[in-house]
């Protein structure tokens, strides 16, 4: 039976497809009842979605970048915020911390997040490095009672099961049993206790033809019906399908090297489903988009009569654009403005690279201050760099930083951070204050240092009384997905009065390859090369788009 949200639905995409595409189109975004893809032009891999009443959230991987797994909201599935992390510490093992080794492309994998209505609490769950699952649990404030609101947000460690939950998806069944689909070519469903904290039961489910290479679980129960929903990496989705949680699971493709919708970007694949209020169902994926990482788009689906889901496609194609999901007046902050840090923590739009040293940056003074935290020459060896994701396809980051308390031998500055990066900042050595683009900082297939970087360009002079220097990075992420021969370009900019912009040495390319997982971001460091006890003051950043 046809929702009335969903005959709209039909009838909109009925519209858009038969010729008056371009007068449709202008008529809906004059009401903003369209979206375009992608929702939200950020690196947010490995999604898992979900809605608690009018609520929607997302829940994303985040590797080595502390805090982890992000949990995005939104009231319409377009418009998308961070929230909070579920993990507010990256509590792996040392190797986090960046002090004597390093974590870089491990820690948070595709992993889960749910609402578990009976005990009012939101469960995460990760396989970390192969070995463990971590679990991390917050309470709910009463999310369910409260239309899906959260009105304080408080993270705990719960343990672990010593079981990987590879590429994992938590279904908390309709009789609140919690069941978790994983793995890779052996699809495998656990059931675990009552309180969630360990396994009690666990079975292979599912093994495609020829021992295909599946992964990224999400299970679903939709009207008694058991749904797994997996991926053949870079390319197809597939759904599993039973009566039972056991199986036996009967399988069908989703999509497979689906066109669309951004030119040069992977295909969409690796997602999770969700619903509207309305009952209508959407498939939310990830394209891979490099070099700005992997980025979500939305479509809805249909149900066949036998319950299969099919994607709701135009031309043939994901859509570039689709009717609004959610008409709603209600909103979420945008990703673009100033930070002037002086909230009394940090946004949740920040992420550190490993987890930081917490004594040695605060918000004070106007500002967030970064002391010194590592004596090195490596920026890849150095504490404290706080990233910011990068809006595509073109966004600018400013940084204002005050260098006026920089000790000798420090470096401070604004970063395009990536296992290829470069910089644009401050080298001060005794009595100069040199400012300097460096390019071509790089890390091995390893993860290890290949290059610490070369002076690429030297500004003027700048007066011995500078205090406040604008930091500028102009990013093209636009897709330049591995075997175009497109690469886009970075280039880096200062200030010393917030009004007059000059380039600084010469673009930076970067690098298009995956293996890195994370994109490209803007990043602000400060570290010693001699002695600790330099500071800079971050009086603000503000991400424009281009
Ligand atoms: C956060 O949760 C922990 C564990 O449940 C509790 O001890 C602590 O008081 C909570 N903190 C806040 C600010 O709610
Ligand atoms: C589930 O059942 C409800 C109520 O019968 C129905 O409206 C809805 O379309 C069903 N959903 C799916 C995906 O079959
Ligand atoms: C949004 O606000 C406008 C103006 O107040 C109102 O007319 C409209 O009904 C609201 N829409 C929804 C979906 O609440
Ligand atoms: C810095 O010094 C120059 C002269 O050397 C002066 O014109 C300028 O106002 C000073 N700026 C500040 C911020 O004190």
Not at 80 to 89: D, E, F, I, Q, Y
Not at 244 to 257: A, M, N, T
Not at 385 to 402: Q, Y
Not at 449 to 476: C, E, F, Y
Request: net charge negative.
């Amino acid at each position: 039976m046809y929702t009335p949200a969903l005959l709209a639905l039909f009838s909109l995409l009925a519209n858009i497809s038969c010729g008056a595409r371009l007068n449709v189109k202008h008529e809906l975004a004059s009401r903003a009842e369209t979206f375009d893809n992608p929702i939200l032009w950020e690196d947010y891999p490995d999604l898992d979605v979900f809605r608690i009443g009018d609520v929607f959230y997302y829940s994303s991987s985040t590797f080595a970048f502390s805090p982890g797994a992000p949990v995005l909201k939104s009231y319409d599935l377009v418009n998308w915020t961070p929230v909070t992390h579920s993990v507010p510490r990256l509590n792996f093992g040392s190797k986090y911390n960046l002090e004597k080794s390093r974590a870089y492309v491990q820690g948070i994998w595709a992993s889960t997040l749910r609402y578990r209505e009976s005990s009012d609490k939101f469960i995460w769950l990760g396989c970390i490095e192969g070995g463990r699952t971590y679990i991390w649990t917050a309470d709910g404030t009463n999310a369910a009672a409260n239309n899906g609101e959260v009105s304080n947000w408080n993270w705990t460690s719960a343990g672990t099961i010593p079981v990987c939950y590879y590429d994992n998806g938590l279904l908390i069944d309709d009789d609140d049993t919690m069941y978790v689909a994983y793995g890779n070519t052996q699809i495998r469903v656990a059931q675990l206790n009552a309180d969630g904290t360990a396994e009690v039961k666990n079975e292979l489910v599912y093994e495609g033809p020829n021992q295909i290479y599946l992964e990224g679980a999400r299970m679903y129960n939709i009207n008694g019906t058991y749904y797994i929903f997996v991926t053949q990496p870079a390319s197809a989705e597939w759904v599993l399908k039973s009566d039972s949680p056991w199986g036996p699971y009967e399988s069908r493709i989703l999509v497979d090297r689906i066109k669309g919708p951004l030119p040069n970007a992977g295909y969409s694949h690796q997602g999770g489903i969700v619903d509207t209020q309305d009952g209508v169902w959407y498939y939310v994926a990830f394209m891979d988009s490099y070099p700005g990482g992997r980025i979500p788009v939305a479509a809805p689906l249909t149900w066949t009569a036998d319950g299969w889901p099919e994607l709701v496609t135009v031309d043939g194609a994901w859509g570039k654009t689709y009717p609004v999901p959610v008409a709603t007046n209600k909103t979420v902050p945008p990703p673009t403005g100033l930070d002037d840090f002086s909230g009394s923590a940090l946004s949740e739009e920040w992420e550190w690279n490993h987890n930081p040293d917490d004594s040695k940056w605060e918000l004070a003074g106007g500002g967030l201050r970064l002391h010194t935290a590592t004596i090195t020459t490596d920026l890849f060896s150095a504490r404290n760099t706080l990233t910011h994701r990068i809006l595509g396809p073109k966004s600018s980051g400013t940084f204002r930083i005050d260098i006026s308390k920089m000790s000798s031998g420090d470096r401070a500055g604004a970063v395009l951070f990536r296992d290829t990066a470069a910089y644009i900042g401050i080298h001060k050595d005794d009595s100069t204050t040199g400012l300097v683009m460096v390019n071509d900082l790089s890390l091995t297939s390893g993860w290890q240092t290949d290059s610490t970087g070369r002076v690429a360009a030297t500004g003027p002079a700048l007066a011995a009384n500078t205090t406040d220097l604008w930091l500028h990075i102009k990013a093209d992420i636009t897709p330049a997905f591995s075997g175009t021969t497109a690469v886009r370009q970075t280039t880096f900019w200062y200030s010393t009065d917030g009004t007059n912009y000059e380039k600084l040495g010469p673009a930076f390319k970067m690098s298009n390859t995956w293996q890195f997982f994370t994109g490209y971001r803007f990043g602000v460091f400060n570290f010693a090369t001699q002695a600790l006890g330099g500071e800079v003051l971050v009086k603000s950043f503000e991400m424009e788009l281009l």
